[in-house]
């Protein structure tokens, strides 16, 4: 059974640790150890977690897309985990209660998409790559996401056209499309909110790196 990360106040932190919750001082998180029951921690179960997505390291992906606006083109960036990134699994409700999310390992790497939170040294680091790569609005799909802007007219240019149609930038479906993105290696960890999905392999071997 996968590892349960409660969330525990600060207040009541004693509670948690005199019913047999542990403390993880590298995560800096209380969970339930192996052979405990998670059930009687329920009020700290984590339902509505701040990051969903966590890497001992990431990549700044660079890829070029055509503008819809000015029809040029102009790079766009993503984030790229490798593989071992672990994915927040939400709990479901079992008819009674909602059980415990938990942390998960993921055997391939993603593109993530739709990035609506994340630390200031991972911003720091695309913006490095791409200076207009900014926190904005989407009318398409109502909430505020990192973005990716044209570098001639400044457009927005939203993750759907990019991530999720059959011919975006981020999809590559041949060795050829793969050797035109650029991995940048960052040192450090990723963690944010964000969407991702399982690809399996993205011809990560064949993209360029810098
Ligand atoms: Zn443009």
């Not at 405990?36 to 969903?52: M, T």
């Not at 200076?131 to 990716?148: C, D, E, L």
Request: aromatic share 16%.
């Amino acid at each position: 059974m996968p590892r349960v990360d409660l969330s525990v106040p600060f207040s009541e932190k004693d509670e948690a640790r005199s019913l047999g919750a542990r403390w993880d001082a590298r995560r800096k998180v209380w969970f339930v150890p192996d052979g405990v029951d998670p059930g009687r921690f329920g009020k700290w179960f984590i339902l509505e977690p701040e990051i969903n997505l966590r890497a001992s390291s990431y990549f700044v992906v660079e890829a070029a897309a055509m503008c819809w606006k000015c029809h040029e083109s102009t790079s766009v960036v993503s984030f790229m985990l490798p593989p071992g990134y672990e994915v927040f699994q939400f709990g479901e409700f079992d008819g009674e209660r909602t059980l415990p999310g938990f942390w998960s390992t993921m055997p391939d790497p993603t593109i993530v998409h739709y990035v609506e939170h994340i630390p200031p040294a991972v911003a720091d680091r695309a913006m490095q790559v791409k200076r207009n790569y900014q926190r904005n609005f989407s009318k398409t799909t109502s909430s505020a996401y990192w973005m990716n802007h044209c570098d001639h007219c400044g457009a927005k240019q939203g993750d759907f056209f990019l991530h999720c149609e059959v011919d975006g930038a981020f999809q590559p479906w041949e060795e050829e499309d793969a050797a035109r993105m650029v991995l940048h290696a960052c040192a450090g960890p990723f963690e944010g909110y964000a969407s991702w999905a399982m690809f399996g392999d993205f011809f990560m071997g064949s993209m360029q790196r810098r």
